[in-house]
């Protein structure tokens, strides 16, 4: 039986990409963007686990973007940056619990 797992995601607080973090073993996978902050930020996927794409719409407030494609790596881009503090964490239910 599958359990709910958390994984935190780097928010750059510059115009940057945040670290990926390894999301395979992930279904039913969703990014929480939240904190109080001025900037607009991009969740981003890979499959082949270099070409990265948008996952959803990019959010200016805090929010939840569901990530439907089976994924690799997700990735948090902050494509401006005003001020404040993002941050992200993705759940997801992991497949190799028993």
Do not use: C
């Not at 797992?5 to 073993?25: I, M, N, S, T, Y």
């Not at 902050?37 to 794409?53: C, L, N, P, R």
């Amino acid at each position: 039986m599958a359990r709910p797992e958390k994984v935190r995601l780097e928010v750059k607080q510059a115009v940057d990409v945040g670290k990926a973090e390894h999301v395979f073993r992930f279904r039913d996978k969703h990014v929480q963007v939240h904190g109080t902050f001025v900037a607009t930020v991009q969740v981003e996927a890979t499959i082949d686990g270099s070409d990265y794409f948008p996952v959803g719409a990019a959010l200016s407030a805090p929010g939840v973007v569901a990530v439907p494609e089976t994924a690799e790596f997700v990735r948090v881009r902050t494509t401006a940056y005003v001020s404040g503090e993002p941050k992200a964490v993705l759940a997801g239910f992991d497949e190799r619990a028993v």
